[in-house]
């Protein structure tokens, strides 16, 4: 065995650096590096990569290879493996929001999509339980549209800066304020907020929505809430007055217009492809802005071969998984609210049928009527884009 004095070993750490990772790992008093590697998050709920998990996943396998190492397979695949398992025996399913990771999203999301989608999705499906892999808004709404399922969000903290920015409250001064006037709320708000609104809308059918209440009430201008830069998106789209709120989601206000510029420069030829939730700035600049959706739809429709999506990371990561033969360079931001769902709390929701998420029945009626109103609406025949480059900005008021 090699023995150091300390001086001798700090003296060899400095010069030679990285080649002590040898030394370090058997030198006296240290333990071998299976002894210190950590379990990881399966081993530590006794979840093991046997030949049965290996039989029954291996195949999945492929659907991740570009974001999952062949050496971390082993501690994700036995949690797919037991949360199919789960599902099977609690009558669940998973639905996966386009901004979940693609372990998540790929390999256990039963229905997968937008707000929109995953929302006419819980209307519908005949199963007991409900684990919505996204944000609290969205747990809130498959309860409201399913009172009698159960609805699992795997972490409460789950939240939105969207939703976070408008209370019930807030919606009833801005009635008083506006009275005759509609109002449409974005789906990224809370219960209590859309059960104050008139119709909700999603950023796939925002301009249609905003269009149909007008004509409905006999009006020229309409309320949004919450999001901004949303509501203005939509005034550049419509003859119709918005008045907004002045709410923000944190992840895609953090993209300008000259960020697109510099991608431009040091990625030429690259298409820009802008979610509806950016600044003006950002569509001014970028080549394609709608939905979620509509920008999974285009990146496959346009045969466009490098792209960049200004959006959430992992929206990014998931249309890349679907399209193998694009290039996507990724200055994307992260949703720290969409992250805290993993693999590992939907798997311990399911086993302990933890954390429930529940409406209080008066606020429900209301706010069902709100989603309904939108969910009557003849589904738009394509993806609606929204206007990008000159002409993006339109005169807005905010409250
Ligand atoms: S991406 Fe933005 S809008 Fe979506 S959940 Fe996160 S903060 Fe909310």
Known sequence: MLKLSKMAFYALLVLEGPKMARVIEF??????????????????????????????????????????????????????????????QRDAVVLA???????????????RGDSLQLA???????????????????????????????????????????????????????????????IVTYVNTTADVKAECDITCTSSNATQVVEHVAAKWGVDRVIMVPDEFLARNVAANTDIKIIAWKGHCEVHEKFTGEDVRQIREAHPGTIVLAHPECPPDVLEEADFAGSTSALSNHVKESGARKVVLLTECS???NVAADNPGVEFVKPCNLCPHMKRISLENIYDALLEMKHEVTVPEGIRIRAKAAINAML?????????KFKVGAGVYAPVEII
């Not at 950590?38 to 039989?55: C, I, M, N, Q, S």
């Not at 009557?376 to 609606?384: A, E, I, N, R």
Request: some cysteine.
């Open 27 to 88: 030198g006296p008093g240290c333990d071998s590096p299976a002894a210190r590697r950590k379990p990881t998050g399966a081993e530590r709920r006794g979840l093991a990569y046997d030949a049965e998990v290996k039989a029954a996943t291996d195949h999945l396998y492929p659907k991740v290879k570009d974001f999952v190492t062949p050496m971390e397979w082993p501690a994700i695949a036995p949690f797919v493996f037991h949360i199919n398992r789960l599902k099977k």
């Open 120 to 182: 006419r999705e819980a209307a519908v499906t005949d199963a007991k339980v409900i684990v919505q892999a996204g944000v609290h808004f969205m747990a809130e709404t498959s309860k409201i549209l399913s009172p009698d399922k159960t609805v699992l969000i795997p972490d409460m903290r789950a939240g939105c800066s969207l939703a976070a920015s408008i209370t019930g409250a807030d919606v009833r001064l801005i009635r008083k304020k506006y009275p005759g006037l509609p």
């Open 376 to 384: 009557d609406l003849p589904k738009p025949k394509v993806f609606p």
């Open 97 to 111: 929001h386009n901004y979940m990771t693609p372990d998540v999203f790929a390999l256990v999301g039963d229905f």
């Open 315 to 317: 929206m990014s990561d």
